[in-house]
């Protein structure tokens, strides 16, 4: 089974701060992702990489920045904290190739909460 | 740009019973691939069922199906004998390629109560 995982369960920072958040996965996966989840609001995507080194925008990547330097390792910045960044973090990651029928295997989430 | 909406922020059935989870989306793309997410009070988005839009046939997975209409851009999920394990938050998802990447597009979730 892919196993994704987020480096924290919870996590509480203050206004202002560099939060770093990170994501492993083990199946050797090209392609990885940042989703920010509130409610009413669904699961809307913030950066993803489809290889090392390489990074996307998504949605809403205002305040965020990424970092994938090794290919099971992916990092969410968020250079300065602010309380609207607030929210939960999910990671995921999949196989690259021209089958959409991929699916994105998912990490437990990280509930941030920013003071 | 693709929009999905799921119209029932919350639903709530009779163990043993069926339910109905709607779903609508918006696209001008011809191919792609539908998906029903469950997310558990553990918090791992799960996988469900997926839908090849090129496909008349509507997907199965045990006790649950879908009912996808292509021309109303419709994608309903149906739970026959609906469990308490079932209980979560389900996310429609549409998805398109991007440099590769499997892009999905998520509506804002129905939480489903199952009710002993």
């Known amino acids: 089974d892919v196993k994704v995982t987020q480096s924290s369960r919870y996590l509480v920072k203050r206004t202002g701060e560099k939060v770093f958040l990170e994501c492993v996965q083990d199946?050797?996966?090209?392609?990885m992702f940042w989703y920010r989840q509130d409610p009413g609001l669904g699961l809307r995507l913030i950066y993803f990489?489809?290889?090392?080194?390489?990074?996307e925008k998504g949605d809403i990547p205002e305040g965020y920045s990424v970092s994938r330097e090794k290919k099971e390792r992916f990092s969410l910045i968020l250079e300065s904290a602010s309380t609207n960044q607030t929210s939960m973090y999910l990671c995921?990651?999949?196989?690259?190739?021209?089958?959409?029928?991929?699916?994105?295997?998912f990490g437990d989430g990280t509930r941030l909460s920013i003071l | 740009a693709q929009t999905v909406t799921q119209s029932q922020p919350e639903m709530s059935v009779q163990e043993a019973e069926t339910v109905t989870l709607s779903c609508t989306y918006d696209?001008?793309?011809?191919?792609?691939?539908l998906f029903w997410y469950k997310q558990p009070p553990s918090r791992q988005m799960i996988l469900v069922i997926r839908?090849?839009?090129?496909?008349?046939q509507n997907a199965t997975e045990n006790r649950f199906s879908v009912n996808f209409q292509k021309a109303a851009k419709s994608f309903s999920l149906k739970i026959s004998d609906s469990q308490l394990g079932d209980a979560a938050m389900y996310f429609c998802?549409?998805?398109?390629?991007?440099?590769?990447?499997?892009?999905?597009?998520f509506g804002q979730g129905t939480r489903l109560t199952i009710n002993p």
């Open positions: 995921a990651s999949s196989l690259f190739g021209p089958l959409i029928d991929q699916p994105q295997h």
């Open positions: 696209t001008s793309e011809s191919d792609y691939y």
């Open positions: 990489s489809y290889d090392v080194k390489m990074k």
């Open positions: 998802a549409y998805s398109r390629i991007i440099q590769g990447a499997q892009k999905l597009v």
């Open positions: 839908q090849e839009a090129y496909k008349q």
């Open positions: 199946m050797d996966h090209e392609n």
